[in-house]
């Protein structure tokens, strides 16, 4: 797998899923190749909303969700504030609320917004040394002792948009 070796910035498509947060059209695909993930390894999202819904290629056979809205239908029902799925990825989504005015979109609210760089320091627990974790927010998160940062791209969805950014870290140790 490979992508252009520099990314900058992506000018994505509004989402095709209707749910606030939803991933931009065409983030998904890309997403997986920065993380070095096939359609066939598997990927845990976390903070997952409706990504099984996602209409393009870049959801996975073997990948799982959660998230703590059940009405989502996430493989795993939980607050990742406090846990985490114990499993055997070769790579993390993650894209939580950004925000309190965005968790107010949610049915968990802003009570239940993760800290991104606690989130991310914990996600590293989950995934052997070499494998990837990429992050969707409006912050960069700090990098770890334990990961190496590879790169932040700016992803935009038309103009006069916010721009989110997204972070990838590689588990080093």
């Known amino acids: 797998m490979s992508y252009r070796p520099i990314c900058d910035m992506w000018l994505l498509a509004r989402p095709k899923v209707k749910y606030y947060g939803a991933y931009p059209n065409g ?85 239940f917004i993760p800290n991104p760089n606690d989130l991310l320091k914990r996600a590293l627990d989950l995934i052997p040394i070499g494998k990837k974790i990429g992050v969707l927010h409006y912050i960069c998160p700090s990098c770890p002792k334990s990961a190496k940062f590879i790169c932040c791209i700016g992803v935009l969805v038309g103009f006069n948009n916010r721009i989110r950014c997204f972070s990838v870290y590689e588990k080093i140790n």
């Open 27 to 111: 983030f998904l695909q890309r997403a997986r190749v920065l993380i070095g993930c096939s359609d066939e390894d598997s990927v845990l999202h976390i903070c997952s909303g409706k990504v099984k819904d996602y209409p393009n290629r870049g959801f996975g056979n073997n990948d799982k969700t959660v998230d703590i809205d059940e009405s989502l239908n996430p493989d795993f029902i939980m607050d990742v504030r406090k846990e985490l799925p114990i499993g055997d990825w070769n790579g993390i989504l993650i894209d939580q609320p950004y925000t309190n005015e965005d968790a107010e979109h949610y049915s968990s609210g802003k009570d």
